[in-house]
């Protein structure tokens, strides 16, 4: 399984495996990531899994579609590396994506 990395405002890293298929958010709840909250359970209709993508992985990673476009705009303090964790597919080529965990989900 590939191995994806929290890392949390104070510098804390996680690392754990998601299974293929899964949703980046899906990952981090079942490993109980703090600051992951994902209020609507992974239905792109809040931004309570918002992350900021390692610069070194936007390019490897699909766009954004335009309704994860929408929703990030009620995310707090959003940036242009900025997703939906829940609209990260996870596949064998994410192995090592390193994501940070914004202060606050609200």
Not at 47 to 74: G, I, K, N, Q
Not at 80 to 85: G, I, Q
Request: hydrophobic share 40%; aromatic share 4%.
């Amino acid at each position: 399984m590939p191995k994806i990395t929290f890392i949390q405002p104070d510098g804390t890293e996680q690392t754990v495996e998601i299974a293929i298929g899964w949703s980046v958010m899906e990952g981090a709840v079942r490993s109980l990531v703090p600051g992951i909250d994902a209020d609507c359970g992974g239905a792109c209709a809040c931004a309570t899994c918002h992350v900021y993508v390692d610069p070194a992985w936007a390019a490897a990673l699909p766009a954004r579609s335009e309704m994860e476009e929408t929703m990030l705009d009620f995310a707090q303090d959003a940036r242009p590396n900025s997703r939906l964790s829940c609209q990260l597919r996870v596949t064998s080529d994410m192995d090592g994506l390193v994501v940070r965990v914004p202060t606050s989900q609200h």
